[in-house]
């Protein structure tokens, strides 16, 4: 099958997943402001999506929309596209005061940056006549670099106690499997969401002390809410403001894969054991 990738996004993700696909021995490419280094390429190429069969994009839209279609939307319409995948939110299902939503479940964003999501994901339905499309709602991302382990050994880490306020998170790793996964089986032309998040929806302050047992540092102190949330930016705050359990039992039947890291603990443990392995690959022999 001719497979021809590109991913929009020069970020945390997109370099995962690009990683991945030329691993995996696809022909793959990746955009940034200004081409330079192995596979990327000018995101304003007039030709950028010549030749392209599947898209991945991890760009956020703005407050004018997706950034794709507000530069290449002709050449988007005119690409031989067998399959496009757009990564999302979690955040489009809003607040659910704690209940679990499913794939199925219905979009009720409460906040702008979520709505502009949700925008930009029926943006990329239009494509869905002639490609198979797939939204990627996606939990908090951690990974190498982005996690708690980090916080922890900053000294920035936090111990926020919200009785019942789980966070659904899942491993850049993960998402780089899963979106290789979908682009590797295209269902067909049509929509599919997908939800990429790990089987454990956790506790902020879990995931700290965690991190601390990990790391043989003692936690910082739990801090009650109110107290926590007075400090916090209005980002930040953002966060807090909304509940929910997010389900990916349908997506990993729906993929045939399961999840490298099930849970926080395995995440957290795996950045853990790869740092100590690039340590002693670093370190010279005696």
């Given amino acids: 099958m001719n497979r021809n990738l590109l991913i929009i996004g020069k970020g945390y993700t997109g370099e995962a997943i690009l990683d991945l696909a030329c691993r995996a021995g696809w022909r793959a490419r990746i955009t940034s402001r200004k081409a330079g280094g192995p596979n990327v390429v000018a995101f304003d190429d007039p030709a950028l999506l010549d030749g392209v069969t599947h898209l991945a994009i991890t760009a956020p839209p703005g407050p004018t929309g997706d950034p794709v279609w507000a530069r290449h939307a002709e050449a988007l319409r005119a690409a031989p596209l067998q399959w496009v995948g757009y990564i999302s939110t979690t955040g489009v299902y809003g607040d659910r005061q704690g209940g679990w939503v499913e794939e199925d479940t219905p979009p009720a964003p409460g906040q702008e940056r979520s709505q502009r999501r949700l925008d930009a994901e029926n943006q990329w339905r239009e494509l869905s006549p002639r490609a198979a499309v797939d939204l990627f709602r996606t939990g908090g991302i951690?990974?190498?670099?982005?996690?708690a382990l980090d916080d922890v050994r900053a000294g920035t880490a936090r111990r926020v106690v919200k009785p019942g306020h789980s966070f659904s998170r899942i491993h850049r790793d993960d998402i780089a499997r899963a979106v290789l996964a979908a682009a590797a089986r295209p269902p067909g032309p049509g929509v599919r969401v997908l939800h990429l998040v790990d089987e454990t929806p956790s506790t902020q302050a879990d995931?700290?002390?965690?991190?601390?047992?990990?790391?043989?540092m003692t936690p910082p102190p739990p801090t009650p809410f109110a107290e926590a949330y007075a400090r916090m930016s209005e980002m930040g705050r953002s966060f807090w403001d909304e509940s929910r359990l997010v389900s990916s039992r349908r997506t990993r039947?729906?993929?045939?894969?399961?999840?490298?890291?099930?849970?926080?603990?395995?995440?957290?443990?795996?950045?853990?054991?790869?740092?100590?392995g690039e340590e002693r690959a670093e370190r010279p022999a005696e």
């Fill in 253 to 276: 039947q729906a993929l045939g894969i399961e999840w490298a890291y099930p849970s926080y603990r395995e995440g957290l443990a795996g950045i853990l054991a790869a740092e100590g």
């Fill in 142 to 147: 951690y990974g190498p670099g982005r996690s």
């Fill in 207 to 216: 995931v700290t002390l965690e991190a601390c047992r990990l790391l043989g």
